[in-house]
């Protein structure tokens, strides 16, 4: 079975741009989740997605959005983005839940 | 408010010996528990869970020990290989909130 893909895998963006991250899960997956990842920090849960819908959400700005589509893959946009953006951008697939997450090699995005 | 901690930022045990690495939790309703093992450029790979009905789960080397009373759950690593060396989150999660939430992570350095 093939894991999580997440494209692109590197990116360098200007303050104030924004971007677009893309997350295709496990097949049969239907629970994606994302987190940033920044030294020191761990992982930061962003949001969750099952079945085209947001279940939850973390303590970040209305900046970061995301959504999911009916087959499953899911996006995540940060809009004017800022230097503290710059981090690892994990995405994550689950049955549902309790089950353990599958994680993709994730995105890394660096804001200059 | 971190609610997962790992409050040894780094650990090293020699190759063959037994590793450690703890974590504490402040959320009484947290009630399934993950380790997850994280190399440098890849996303965190999956290592073994426990649920609060249990104390105790073992996978070949890896055993993880959940003490609720304490809000303490540990992974041993017997015996240690230098190919162990990594970084190790644990998350924790309450059923029905689809929310995973990581400690900062304790980097394990195996020595031969």
């Known amino acids: 079975k093939a894991g999580v893909t997440q494209t692109p895998r590197y990116l360098i963006k200007t303050r104030g741009q924004q971007v677009t991250l893309s997350c295709s899960p496990i097949s049969g997956h239907r629970s994606v989740s994302w987190y940033q990842q920044t030294p020191g920090q761990g992982l930061q849960f962003l949001f969750e997605?099952?079945?085209?819908?947001?279940?939850n959400k973390g303590n970040f700005p209305g900046r970061f959005s995301g959504r999911q589509f009916s087959n499953s893959r899911s996006e995540m946009n940060v809009s004017t983005l800022e230097l503290g953006d710059s981090a690892l951008y994990l995405c994550?697939?689950?049955?549902?839940?309790?089950?353990?997450?599958?994680f993709g090699p994730g995105t890394r995005l660096t804001v200059t | 408010d971190q609610q997962v901690k790992q409050n040894s930022p780094s650990l090293s045990v020699q190759e063959g010996r037994i590793s450690i690495l703890n974590c504490d939790y402040t959320?009484?309703?947290?009630?399934?528990f993950l380790w997850y093992k994280k190399y440098p450029a890849e996303g965190p790979t999956f290592l073994i869970s426990?649920?609060?009905?249990?104390d105790k789960n073992e996978d070949g080397r890896f055993t993880v020990f959940l003490n609720k009373s304490a809000k303490h759950l540990s992974l041993h690593i017997v015996p240690s290989q230098p190919g162990d060396s990594a970084v190790y989150f644990c998350?924790?999660?309450?059923?029905?909130?689809?929310?995973?939430?990581f400690g900062t992570g304790t980097r394990l350095k195996v020595l031969a």
């Open positions: 426990i649920s609060s009905i249990k």
């Open positions: 994550a697939s689950a049955p549902g839940q309790p089950y353990e997450q599958y």
């Open positions: 997605y099952f079945s085209e819908t947001q279940r």
């Open positions: 998350a924790a999660s309450e059923t029905g909130t689809y929310k995973y939430i």
């Open positions: 959320n009484s309703m947290f009630d399934y």
